[in-house]
């Protein structure tokens, strides 16, 4: 079955990204937001960054109004009944998309595939609690999903070849290079950026260099685009200490135990760019 009709789900960071993807590429999407005011907001962020585009003479007029147009935003979970593919991009939070994944498996058509860009949490939890866990499996993009070039394909020890062989279809339709993997926390990307991470984390939090230094080092010392504090600001602190501890009840090693300077920074709301603090202040 050739996917035309893609649902996604949470207009977070993530869910607007691949949305944009998967509208450009041809798709037509279906963008389930809980609140109305933010499906508006995610059209009025997809409108801003077209029209950045074509400003930069990167995309024309006509793609950006086809693009616009096959793009619905709506709040109603029903609407995914005619999709042929749902990726969720909810909060990293396996009870949340587990209670999501049931829903869907009662309201989407039997053939569909049903998808989650889960980081690190087991695929298989969440195919364990439809009546079809042989289409389900994981479609990991990575932030911002409209630059950077993978997908991880996950598959579960439930997932049919069929169902890979789909999702890695649309994968390389939206323009990406696609890898398989199978479902352990963190797959290859997570499990082996994220011990620097918070090892990164650590070191500041000892205070054995400052911030600036700590992303200086890395960035001129291994040619990294970006230094390990920013990227933790951009990936969201909240989502970071989600994906720790998630490698961490997966493998007990204490490289993946989330350093303590995460967690007090989660609770006190600074969680990157998306609350416009984290390591850095994005206020002025
Ligand atoms: N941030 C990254 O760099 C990154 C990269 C790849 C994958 N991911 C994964 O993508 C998913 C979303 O991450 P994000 O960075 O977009 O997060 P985000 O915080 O920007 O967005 C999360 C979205 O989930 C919604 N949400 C929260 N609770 C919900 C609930 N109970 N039911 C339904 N929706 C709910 C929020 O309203 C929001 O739209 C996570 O699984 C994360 O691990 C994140």
């Given at each position: 079955?050739?996917?035309?009709?893609?649902?996604i789900?949470g207009s977070g960071?993530?869910g607007s990204?691949?949305a944009e993807?998967?509208?450009?590429?041809?798709?037509?999407v279906v963008l389930r937001s809980r609140a109305q005011s933010s499906a508006d907001a995610m059209v009025a962020g997809l409108e801003k960054s077209l029209?950045?585009?074509?400003?930069?003479?990167?995309?024309?007029?006509?793609?950006?109004?086809?693009?616009l147009?096959?793009v619905r935003a709506v709040t109603d979970?029903?609407e995914?009944?005619?999709?042929?593919?749902?990726?969720?991009?909810?909060?990293?939070?396996?009870?949340?998309?587990?209670?999501?994944?049931?829903?869907?498996?009662?309201?989407?058509?039997?053939?569909?595939?049903?998808?989650?860009?889960?980081?690190?949490?087991?695929?298989?939890?969440?195919?364990?609690?439809?009546?079809?866990?042989?289409?389900?499996?994981?479609?990991?993009?990575?932030?911002?999903?409209?630059?950077?070039?993978?997908?991880?394909?996950?598959?579960?020890?439930?997932?049919?070849?069929?169902?890979?062989?789909?999702?890695?279809?649309?994968?390389?339709?939206?323009?990406?290079?696609?890898?398989?993997?199978?479902?352990?926390?963190?797959?290859?990307?997570?499990?082996?950026?994220?011990?620097?991470?918070?090892?990164?984390?650590?070191?500041?939090?000892?205070?054995?260099?400052?911030?600036?230094?700590?992303?200086?080092?890395?960035?001129?010392?291994?040619?990294?685009?970006?230094?390990?504090?920013?990227?933790?600001?951009?990936?969201?602190?909240?989502?970071?200490?989600?994906?720790?501890?998630?490698?961490?009840?997966?493998?007990?090693?204490?490289?993946?135990?989330?350093?303590?300077?995460?967690?007090?920074?989660?609770?006190?709301?600074?969680?990157?760019?998306?609350?416009?603090?984290?390591?850095?202040?994005?206020?002025?």
């Amino acid at each position: 079955m050739a996917v035309k009709r893609v649902g996604i789900i949470g207009s977070g960071i993530m869910g607007s990204g691949i949305a944009e993807v998967a509208a450009k590429s041809g798709f037509e999407v279906v963008l389930r937001s809980r609140a109305q005011s933010s499906a508006d907001a995610m059209v009025a962020g997809l409108e801003k960054s077209l029209a950045k585009q074509v400003e930069r003479q990167k995309l024309t007029e006509a793609d950006r109004d086809g693009t616009l147009a096959r793009v619905r935003a709506v709040t109603d979970l029903g609407e995914m009944a005619d999709c042929d593919l749902v990726l969720e991009s909810v909060l990293e939070d396996v009870e949340t998309k587990k209670h999501l994944f049931n829903e869907l498996d009662r309201i989407c058509a039997d053939g569909a595939i049903l998808a989650t860009n889960t980081s690190t949490l087991p695929v298989v939890e969440m195919a364990m609690v439809t009546g079809r866990p042989e289409r389900v499996c994981g479609v990991h993009f990575f932030n911002p999903a409209p630059m950077m070039a993978l997908v991880e394909i996950v598959r579960a020890i439930t997932t049919s070849d069929e169902t890979i062989a789909e999702a890695t279809a649309f994968a390389t339709a939206c323009g990406k290079n696609a890898v398989q993997v199978k479902d352990q926390a963190g797959f290859i990307v997570n499990a082996l950026l994220f011990p620097y991470l918070n090892n990164a984390a650590r070191l500041y939090d000892a205070g054995v260099a400052t911030r600036d230094d700590i992303d200086a080092a890395m960035k001129g010392g291994c040619n990294f685009p970006m230094g390990p504090l920013e990227l933790l600001d951009l990936v969201g602190l909240d989502t970071s200490l989600a994906i720790l501890e998630a490698l961490y009840a997966e493998f007990k090693d204490p490289n993946y135990a989330p350093a303590p300077i995460l967690r007090r920074m989660v609770t006190a709301e600074r969680l990157g760019r998306k609350s416009r603090v984290g390591f850095y202040d994005y206020r002025k």
